[in-house]
């Protein structure tokens, strides 16, 4: 039997009133769940539930979560995931150190981006598993920093991890250091992918004082926290992202390397939230591919989240809660975009109610729903379609193996904002 590690941000713990609005008793900035899976698979096992962690805190603390930075006046959102290194026996996050800059809902900003370590141990309690906390470059990705690290994690299988970001202006960014480097956070052994202008190859230290004028910007209005992800039907790399608060569409880039050229951004999919609800005050962000769920080589499941203000987000259970959806294409190799033939969003089962450790009050985590709607549609033993014969990912150097797994924010993937999903063995 294996299991699937899930990663949300901020994170809603309550109850449903009889009205079906929230009764929320305190909102962890992170958390962690997982459940079981058919190790062949990845497919929910039989009776599998949903277990969800994340530290006891009172209503009125704002910064706790499962992984929590060392000044305790911030917290961490986890951003684009991770990886899981060492067979399973170790999980590595990325995750964003934010604080509060000024007052209000929206008054946060970014602190820098620091590697968690987890040691993780099936066999006991995921709130004692050992954690190891390294800041990355902290005066190259701190608060005044012109560049924010995180946004996505890839690792292609070429012997480097690769790490998006972007700059103030929202261009996207591509950072790389090797494996073994990662592996022991020794992060002075970043680079970035720069211009030849430059006059010191395609990648140089990334702390270097002049790297941010000649940083290679791959494509605009780049993501804040998202997936690149390899598709082998469309034999090319895809970012998945949702420009502005304003805009009710999922958009799509490819690109046949990492580092480009990236497509023209194309839409994917109308968000129905938006269109068809008429929430003037709803915007969704967020959105993560789910390669682990696919049926079929030609679609791609990915997720995103909607969210609002808070007394909206209270009386309104369907927001805040990971949102997934197939997407058909229907061109194989297709240079600009996969298009969208078919979408149907994977409908929720009723949610049940589980209860706390102690039995003294309900809690509806948002990971119960994401299982609820995942266990419609995942793949029944043995109905993985076959990859043989399917193109390998196309990494930045020419020798290079199969892209390895992550761990998927749910929109991973997100308050829960994302969820980070992987299996451990």
């Not at 702390?207 to 494509?219: D, H, K, M, N, T």
């Not at 598709?231 to 990492?258: G, K």
């Amino acid at each position: 039997m294996a299991s699937q590690i899930w990663l949300f941000s901020d994170t809603l713990v309550g109850a449903l009133r009889s009205n079906g609005s929230r009764r929320t008793s305190c909102m962890p900035r992170n958390s962690l769940a997982h459940f079981a899976t058919d190790a062949s698979t990845g497919s929910p096992a039989p009776k599998a539930v949903l277990r969800h962690f994340q530290p006891t805190i009172a209503h009125d603390d704002t910064h706790t979560g499962f992984f929590t930075p060392a000044n305790e006046s911030n917290w961490y959102w986890t951003q684009g995931g991770g990886l899981m290194r060492d067979g399973g026996k170790r999980l590595v996050v990325l995750a964003g150190e934010m604080w509060q800059r000024g007052g209000g809902q929206w008054g946060f900003s970014h602190w820098g981006t620091d590697s968690i370590s987890v040691e993780v141990d099936p066999t006991i309690d995921p709130l004692r598993w050992k954690q190891h906390i390294v800041k990355i470059l902290p005066s190259v990705f701190g608060p005044d920093s012109p560049w924010t690290l995180g946004s996505a994690v890839v690792d292609s299988g070429d012997g480097f991890i690769y790490l998006f970001g972007y700059d103030p202006q929202k261009h996207a960014l591509l950072f790389r250091i090797d494996q073994t480097s990662f592996d022991a956070q020794v992060f002075e052994m970043l680079t970035v992918r720069v211009s030849s202008a430059m006059g010191l190859g395609e990648w140089v230290p990334a702390w270097l004082p002049l790297a941010p004028l000649f940083a290679v910007r791959l494509f605009p209005n780049a993501p804040t926290e998202t997936t690149v992800t390899w598709h082998p039907f469309m034999r090319r790399w895809y970012v998945l992202a949702i420009n502005s608060f304003e805009s009710d569409q999922l958009q799509l880039r490819t690109a046949e390397r990492l580092d480009g050229p990236w497509s023209n951004v194309a839409d994917l999919l109308t968000i129905p939230e938006l269109s068809q609800r008429g929430n003037k005050d709803v915007f969704c962000y967020s959105p993560k591919a789910h390669p682990e769920f696919q049926q079929k080589e030609n679609e791609i499941v990915l997720s995103y989240m909607c969210n609002a203000g808070w007394d909206h987000v209270q009386w309104d259970p369907e927001l805040y809660v990971p949102r997934l959806v197939r997407v058909t294409i229907s061109k194989k190799g297709d240079a600009e975009v996969a298009e969208a033939v078919e979408m149907r969003e994977l409908p929720p089962k009723e949610i049940e109610k589980q209860h706390t450790a102690t039995g003294s009050a309900e809690a509806i985590p948002a990971a119960l729903r994401v299982v609820k709607i995942l266990e419609e549609d995942v793949p029944a033993a043995g109905s993985v379609p076959s990859t043989k014969g399917m193109a390998e990912p196309q990494p930045i150097t020419p020798d290079h193996g199969a892209a390895a797994g992550h761990i998927h924010p749910a929109s991973r993937r997100h308050r829960p904002r994302h969820w980070r999903r992987t299996r451990v063995n």
